[in-house]
């Protein structure tokens, strides 16, 4: 159950300069999403709201505040590993956002791990400018942008979910208003050791180039140790077993019908004004 369906969290992964300042926008790795990072571990905590959701999970959200702007965060804190029955895990959250990096596919908001009243847990970037995939079936309306680019988006989220084994909920893919850019929340159940990849990932027949890329690229060695601090060994071994599984699809696939038939350049929306610093009273 998604615990996060009250609220709507959406990525800062626009393109955009430095400042935090009412008429910033956020930006992809590098400078913007590297400040956002710093943002979150550092600003002051103003406020703590408990309460305000429901759910297995039950998150704080968290104003932060610093000299520029005010931003809020939702706080969770939950760390019911595996092999507990029903795992639940911020450290999950932590794990997919630091795969996501790790494959160059920016589709998580930036996230960190953070002491907030005595308790150790994930903070994750708060913002309101966006529709869950379900609102948007419901009301019928278009949102902005590409339909085209947004399927795309939605068959590398596809892969990505494979990937790090989290089942969709229509709850937890966001979709900014102004663009139509795709992001993906919640991976608090994330990473069963299963090495098998998902129904819709075995059925896929295309993936973007830059997952393709980041899949291909990885290194091992490297991925174990940026993650072994949130999974056990069962977790990034069943994790490595479906990179291996994907690639090996997708090479097939390009040995059959040519890449051009297989792999897709993902339109990104740039003009993303979500990332915006505000003060909040």
Known sequence: M???????????????????????QAAPPGGGQL?????????????????????RGAPWRVTLRDAACSRRGFFKYINARRPQIAPMSYKYEIAAYALSKLVDTPIIPPIIERDVEGKKGSLQIFLETCVSDIERRKSGKPVSGDPVALANAFDELTLFEALTACERDPNDVLIHKDTGRLCRVDFAEAFDPTPELSPAAAAAGRCSRRLYAGLRDLDPAAAEAALAPFLNAAEIKGLLVRRMLLLEKFKTLIGAKGEAAVLFDLAVPTSDREGAGKRIP
Request: proline share 2%; net charge neutral; hydrophobic share 45%.
């Open 35 to 55: 400040e956002l990072e710093g943002f979150l571990k550092n600003a002051k905590i103003a406020s703590v709201e408990k309460n305000v959701a429901t759910g």
């Open 2 to 24: 998604n615990i996060l369906s009250f609220a709507l969290i959406v990525g800062v992964l626009g393109t955009g300069g430095g400042g935090r300042g009412p008429d910033a």
